[in-house]
């Protein structure tokens, strides 16, 4: 997407300062070196625990973890380089941009932002060293949209918190050395940063996934999970604090998933120009060109959405429902492309050789997490008519 890629029609790199091409370069060699490798073999076979750890070291020695907050061993980027280098994870894998957005945007921002300065200097700079792994468990098995709904709960015995309660669908839930646990309380909706030795604290890992299986993804068991009262997030009160750390992730999605459809896009053009059908290359039929054409045109345009989305967030200008829209447009799109990729691939678009077809399943729980589609239509409509009308 920049002045480098033949996808450039645009030449969106006119957009980036050297500081932030740099850093899209330098991720994108990272992407190739650690992860392009190894990543056929990952989905295939499932991603362990140790290769979790051992990516996020890996990420961490290159500023990655937590790279556009402050402080803390924190790199402290503006949020178009963290943007632009989900991109290039995500050029990757989902499951790798996965990773950094849980790690960075959800559980160290949790931190960050509602922490206490002791919670801060426990936790954070290990986390951005990518020494110690965070989870972040909002979703329950009957709430995933209404978190509302949640029945996971707190309550206090003398001056500590006692926590029951099962979070589901939880990235790096059995990795993690720390959980930020969403919980009910008599005060509301409170955040918790669980040790994940504390007693009674489990995490089954989810089995048979079909899609982002290069990412751990695990359920939270809290049985009487006794934490003492340092452990609560003292700025966060109700649901507005796990939903303004949803939005930093997001945020990196609307940038992310642009590099799974810009993988599959210059997988596939590079494919029909040596394929041959009908004793021509496949890249010279105009229905194969009408394809191209138009996947370039929604790449072209979600990376102008993501730049100004970008931009606005560097300005403190940006909005929810801004974020909405942006994941909303750019993950359905990246879908469509891999979706479309895969078609000109024929039946090798079905196999781990290529990257597409992994790309496309693992758009399907891109489209799902951080807030289905249907979640930011809502919010989008919400925007548009004044009318809430989730429930
Ligand atoms: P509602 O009554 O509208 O709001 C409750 C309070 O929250 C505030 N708020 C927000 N604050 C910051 N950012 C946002 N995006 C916010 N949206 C709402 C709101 O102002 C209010 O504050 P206050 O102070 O007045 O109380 O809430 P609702 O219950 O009607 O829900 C609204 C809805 C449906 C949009 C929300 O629940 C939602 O976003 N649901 C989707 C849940 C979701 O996205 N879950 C994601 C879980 S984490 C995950 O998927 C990680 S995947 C990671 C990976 O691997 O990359
Ligand atoms: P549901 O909420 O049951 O939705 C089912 C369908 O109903 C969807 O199509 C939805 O859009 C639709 N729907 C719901 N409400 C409405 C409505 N009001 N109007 C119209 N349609 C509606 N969660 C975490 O907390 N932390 C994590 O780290 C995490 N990682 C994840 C990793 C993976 C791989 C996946 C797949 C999920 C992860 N999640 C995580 C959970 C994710 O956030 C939820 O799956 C998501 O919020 C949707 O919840 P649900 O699956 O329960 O679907």
């Known amino acids: 997407m920049t002045g480098t890629s033949p996808l450039d029609l645009l030449a969106t790199g006119h957009l980036l300062d050297d500081e932030e091409t740099a850093i899209q370069q330098t991720v994108r060699r990272f992407v190739a070196d650690h992860v392009r490798p190894h990543v056929a073999d990952w989905y295939e076979h499932g991603s362990e625990e140790d290769t979790v750890r051992s990516l996020a070291r890996e990420a961490g020695k290159l500023g990655l973890l937590g790279m556009h907050l402050t402080g803390y061993g924190c790199a402290g980027t503006n949020a178009v380089s963290y943007g632009l280098a989900c991109m290039e994870l995500e050029a990757g894998d989902s499951g790798v941009r996965s990773l950094v957005s849980v790690q960075?945007?959800?559980?160290?921002?949790?931190?960050?932002?509602?922490?206490?300065?002791?919670?801060?200097?426990?936790?954070?700079?290990?986390?951005?060293?990518?020494?110690?792994?965070?989870?972040?468990g909002l979703?329950?098995?009957?709430?995933?949209?209404?978190?509302?709904?949640?029945?996971?709960?707190?309550?206090?015995?003398?001056?500590?918190?006692?926590?029951?309660?099962?979070?589901?669908?939880?990235?790096?839930?059995?990795?993690?050395?720390?959980?930020?646990?969403?919980?009910?309380?008599?005060?509301?909706?409170?955040?918790?940063?669980?040790?994940?030795?504390t007693p009674g604290f489990s995490a089954p890992k989810i089995t048979g996934k079909l899609s982002l299986r290069a990412s751990v993804t695990s359920e939270l068991v809290l049985e009487s999970v006794r934490v003492p009262?340092?452990?609560?997030?003292?700025?966060?009160?109700?649901?507005?604090?796990?939903?303004s750390c949803l939005n930093e992730a997001r945020f990196g999605i609307v940038f992310g998933a642009l590099g799974a459809a810009r993988d599959c896009?210059?997988?596939?053009?590079?494919?029909?120009?040596?394929?041959?059908?009908?004793?021509?290359?496949?890249?010279?039929?105009?229905?194969?060109?009408?394809?191209?054409?138009?996947?370039?045109l929604e790449l072209q345009k979600g990376f102008l959405l993501a730049m100004h989305l970008g931009r606005l967030k560097d300005d403190g200008a940006l909005g929810p429902q801004q974020v909405s829209l942006g994941k909303l447009n750019n993950v359905r799109e990246a879908l469509a492309i891999a979706r479309e990729c895969r078609t000109v691939l024929g039946a090798s678009g079905i196999t781990l050789e290529y990257p597409v077809l992994r790309h496309a399943n693992n758009l399907e729980s891109v489209l799902t997490y951080e807030g289905t589609s249907?979640?930011?239509?809502?919010?989008?409509?919400?925007?548009?008519?004044?009318?809430?009308?989730?429930?």
């Open 104 to 136: 960075g945007s959800l559980a160290m921002f949790a931190i960050w932002w509602f922490g206490s300065e002791e919670q801060k200097q426990r936790w954070l700079p290990g986390m951005a060293a990518g020494e110690l792994i965070g989870c972040f």
């Open 265 to 296: 896009l210059e997988t596939t053009l590079e494919y029909a120009a040596s394929r041959e059908v009908f004793d021509r290359p496949l890249s010279s039929f105009q229905l194969t060109q009408a394809k191209f054409a138009d996947m370039a």
């Open 139 to 197: 979703t329950e098995p009957d709430f995933g949209s209404n978190p509302a709904g949640m029945r996971t709960r707190a309550r206090r015995d003398g001056t500590d918190w006692v926590i029951d309660g099962t979070k589901m669908w939880i990235t790096n839930g059995s990795v993690a050395d720390v959980a930020i646990v969403w919980a009910q309380t008599d005060d509301g909706v409170r955040g918790f940063a669980v040790p994940t030795d």
């Open 229 to 243: 009262a340092e452990a609560i997030l003292p700025e966060a009160t109700g649901l507005r604090g796990p939903l």
């Open 374 to 391: 249907e979640i930011h239509q809502l919010v989008v409509g919400q925007a548009l008519t004044g009318h809430a009308a989730f429930g």
